[in-house]
T-cell receptor, first 114, second 113 residues
């Protein structure tokens, strides 16, 4: 049973560019959340998708956008990259929207902005 | 809004010794509490969770945690650690009407022989 898979594993971009990160949820899961983890910090919630709609959003600018597809997979897009966007981006999936549904995390995409 | 404070940024410990990682939370409503572990270059793995009921929660790999509502704490313990327990540990909180997890800054546990 495949867990949460993310691609690519590493990415290097230049300031001002745009990037797309991809996530496939664990089999049977229908909800996808994205987190940003800066070096030495805990993950910060970006947003969550369920039934192809953004259900909740953290304190991130509109440069961060996402999408969920009918097969529950998801993309995270970041426009006009800044040096401060360098981080590990984690995707997490769960079975339902309830707060007590444990999140299953992927291994992340390491984004470096130069 | 809820938040989490992990009181120790780094905890060095000798192999086979006990370890305790401290976590305090802040919330105006009832909470769900979690501990996750992150090994180098990997994502987060759930160690244990408190949703309701018994305040002593047992998780994987011999870890346990105790929910203390009066002290708003959820400390993680293991009676005897192994070298393989070297990792970053995160405490996290959510609420019944909130979809996101709020994480602490993490505690780095280094187990020495």
């Amino acid at each position: 049973d495949a867990g949460v898979t993310q691609s690519p594993t590493h990415l290097i971009k230049t300031r001002g560019q745009q990037v797309t990160l991809r996530c496939s949820p664990k089999s049977g899961h229908d909800t996808v959340s994205w987190y940003q983890q800066a070096l030495g910090q805990g993950p910060q919630f970006i947003f969550q998708y369920y039934e192809e709609e953004e259900r909740q959003r953290g304190n991130f600018p509109d440069r961060f956008s996402g999408h969920q597809f009918p097969n529950y997979s998801s993309e995270l897009n970041v426009n006009a990259l800044l040096l401060g966007d360098s981080a590990l981006y984690l995707c997490a999936s769960s079975l339902r929207q309830a707060g007590n549904s444990p999140l299953h995390f992927g291994n992340g995409t390491r984004l470096t902005v130069t | 809004a809820q938040s989490v404070t992990q009181l120790d940024s780094q905890v060095p410990v000798f192999e086979e010794a006990p370890v305790e990682l401290r976590c305090n939370y802040s919330s105006s409503v009832s909470v769900y509490l979690f501990w996750y572990v992150q090994y180098p270059n990997q994502g987060l793995q759930l160690l244990l969770k408190y949703l309701s009921g018994s305040t002593l929660v047992k998780g994987i790999n011999g870890f346990e945690a105790e929910f203390n509502k009066s002290q708003t704490s959820f400390h993680l313990r293991k009676p005897s650690v192994h070298i393989s327990d070297t990792a970053e540990y995160f405490c996290a909180v959510s609420t019944p009407n909130d979809y996101k997890l709020s994480f602490g800054a993490g505690t780095t546990v280094t187990v020495r022989a």
